[in-house]
């Protein structure tokens, strides 16, 4: 009776862990339903005023006299011969591909440099980089437009030698972005590992830079690069006082003589500039990490 007893009493062995065994926690479930609230209400916020823009491009204005919609002045922008909307865009988004470049060449080499062999270096350079948020474009393109109106450098005298002081210019007001985008890419991966790697086969540090790290912290770059496109296409400041004939001072001039037109003009550029930066996210994602010496 006494081992009957005990192998009654005996019990299986997951039912100890089973006893006292907390219910399935709600909390993650919980978590992403306001996590998607949170998403949903951010996304009205940006989306309505694009709705209401829209409808006011089409001649819908508020008050009691409210004309019939229609897409007339949105072909006012585009079909109009006059218009100056695809030739100012596209100036812009050269504008805004050689900034991209240029800002990239600086950038790269300076922030791989400091993380691989001068890390303590590296609160100087994240100050320098933001000092774009600390000089107002205003004083910044007054000096500009003095230190290159003369000798030696008088690039303000031609339209080509401007949009060379433009593009530096927004290469500059690109630094804060460029930079943190391309420190976190560098964060992500072990240079040190994959620098030794490619010199011990061979790579000088051209080939190291354009060959092991470029690949590798391809997404950081495409993050800088949207967000030095997106500056230079809605940039006026410098660009007005630099007379130069990019999208920013159109838009405005355009704002101060007609009514609806802006409204459609910002709906469309904001079309193709989010069209733009889906060309660039496709064109990135082409091929394979490529970690050392060209080895997939």
């Known amino acids: 009776m006494t081992q009957g007893g005990g192998a009654i009493g005996m019990r299986a062995p997951g039912a100890l862990e ?15 339903l306001w996590a998607w609230v949170i998403f949903g209400l951010g996304f009205l916020y940006f989306f309505l005023p694009l709705v209401a823009t ?52 600086i950038i790269v080499p300076t922030a791989y440099w400091v993380r691989l062999r001068l890390p303590r270096l590296r609160p ?5 980089t933001l000092m774009p948020f600390v000089i107002p474009p205003v004083v910044a393109v007054f000096g500009l437009i003095r230190t290159f109106s ?10 080509f030698g401007s949009t060379i002081v433009l593009v530096g210019a927004y290469t500059i007001l ?23 790697a490619a010199q011990s086969l061979g790579a000088g540090w051209p080939r190291i830079i354009v ?16 967000l030095t496109l997106a500056i230079v296409i809605g940039e006026y400041t410098m660009a007005s006082f630099l007379g130069s004939k990019t999208f920013g001072p159109y838009l405005s001039l355009l704002g101060q003589n007609k009514a609806f037109e802006p409204a459609g003009v910002s709906i469309i550029s904001f079309g193709l500039t989010w069209i733009a930066m ?4 496709f064109l990135g994602r082409g091929g394979q990490r490529i970690q050392v010496g060209g080895a997939r």
């Open 174 to 196: 690109s630094f804060p972005y460029m930079y943190r985008a391309v420190d976190t890419g560098l964060r992500a991966i072990d240079i040190q590992s994959l620098t030794e």
């Open 124 to 128: 100087i350079v994240e100050f320098i």
């Open 18 to 32: 089973s006893v006292g065994k907390p219910a399935p926690d709600e909390k993650p479930r919980r978590g992403a």
């Open 54 to 105: 829209f409808e006011f491009a089409l001649g819908h204005p508020t008050g009691p006299v409210k004309p019939e919609p229609s897409l007339r002045y949105y072909e006012n922008v585009v079909l109009d011969p006059r218009s100056e909307f695809f030739p100012r865009l596209l100036f812009s988004f050269g504008v805004a591909i050689a900034t991209i470049i240029l800002s990239i060449a």
């Open 278 to 281: 889906g060309a660039i996210q």
């Open 211 to 226: 060959g092991v790290i470029f690949p590798n912290i391809r997404v950081a770059l495409l993050s800088g690069a949207f």
């Open 150 to 159: 003369g000798p030696p450098f008088p690039l303000m005298d031609t339209t």
